[in-house]
């Protein structure tokens, strides 16, 4: 009787807590980069910037179509850079944030046209950083956190209207940090994080209200992580020193779910969710850009509760 309970036990943490998703392998990258950003829409992944291989900071953008399996490059004219923000509205590409070859943090903002590769500028961003966070909702692009050294850290949070081309300040978050989160049902979630250390602080800021809040702490710390959202779930792909790790964090039950799979570990990748697949890009596994991965996996997240 006791083996049956043990049995039932593990079935259901097995089927829940600790779903199986199995990655299957896609057209790989062009090139491998770490260090990326990335932004999608409901046909293509677009994937900028980072380190090669071989080069520190690269101009690059790319351009994967999910229909055709395809890469191909969009334009190789913006400003070479390493762990920017990037957010697509509008047919537009907006990449800003990010370290450049000269040690300098960017403060322009580009503007890619996904129909011509063709690159313009919108007004200058008032807080660069790298490993800064980007979220969008209903045309407007959140940018929240990130480093402006090795030692100092942004909590600011940042509005910007492409239609009016305008930055708004907004109301700091509580913890400074190099940054990772998403917006659910009007709501900014900012999970994990580093500010010389990796936290496992769940935040929530009410974009109607004006006002943070700690709802939730991750049972792991995490940072150097990319985030993909379903529904209410929002997922956290990859970790700076757990390369594997991969769960979801619920958003109605401000619970974490860990899940299992066959994902090629990595830091600094490039994460998205698509018509029930969660895609994960590029990246690296150690410090040296030597460690840079071209590898695209996919997975269907149907099965997962």
């Known amino acids: 009787m006791k083996q049956t309970i043990l049995f039932l036990i593990f079935a259901l943490l097995g089927t829940s807590t600790f779903a199986q998703l199995q990655f299957e392998n896609l057209a790989n990258m062009p090139a491998a980069r770490g260090a990326v950003t990335s932004a999608a829409d409901s046909n293509a992944i677009y994937v900028a910037n980072g380190y090669s291989k071989t080069v520190n900071y690269t101009p690059e953008v790319e351009k994967y179509d999910i229909s055709s399996n395809t890469w191909e490059l969009l334009t190789n004219k913006t400003i070479p850079k390493r762990f ?23 403060e322009k903002v580009e503007v890619v046209d996904l129909a011509t590769g063709e690159v313009d500028y919108a007004a200058v961003n008032p807080n660069p950083v790298y490993g800064g966070g980007v979220a969008v909702w209903e045309g407007q692009i959140y940018a929240f956190g990130g480093a402006r050294s090795a030692k100092e850290f942004s909590d600011k949070l940042y509005k910007f209207d492409p239609a009016t081309n305008m930055w708004t300040a907004l109301a700091s978050m509580p913890e400074a940090k190099e940054a990772r989160g998403a917006i659910v049902d009007g709501h900014l979630y900012t999970l994990g994080g580093y500010n010389g250390k990796q936290s496992s602080e769940v935040a929530m ?34 970790d700076y020193t757990d390369l594997a790790r991969l769960g979801y964090f619920d958003t109605r039950t401000r619970t974490y779910h860990a ?47």
Do not use: C
């Not at 920017?84 to 960017?106: E, Q, R």
């Open 84 to 106: 920017a923000s990037s957010a697509v509205v509008g047919g537009k590409l907006y990449i800003f944030n990010g370290l450049t070859a000269h040690g300098a943090l960017n």
């Open 259 to 305: 899940l299992q799979s066959n994902m090629t570990g990595r830091r600094h990748a490039a994460s998205h969710i698509l018509d029930g697949k969660l895609y994960v890009a590029g990246g690296n596994r150690q410090t040296p850009i030597t460690t840079s991965l071209s590898k695209l996996e996919a997975a269907s997240i149907d099965t997962v509760d």
């Open 205 to 238: 800021y009410d974009l109607h209200t004006g006002t943070w809040a700690h709802v939730a702490d991750l049972p792991v710390k995490v940072s150097g992580h990319a985030v993909a959202v379903n529904g209410t779930d929002i997922y956290l792909v990859g």
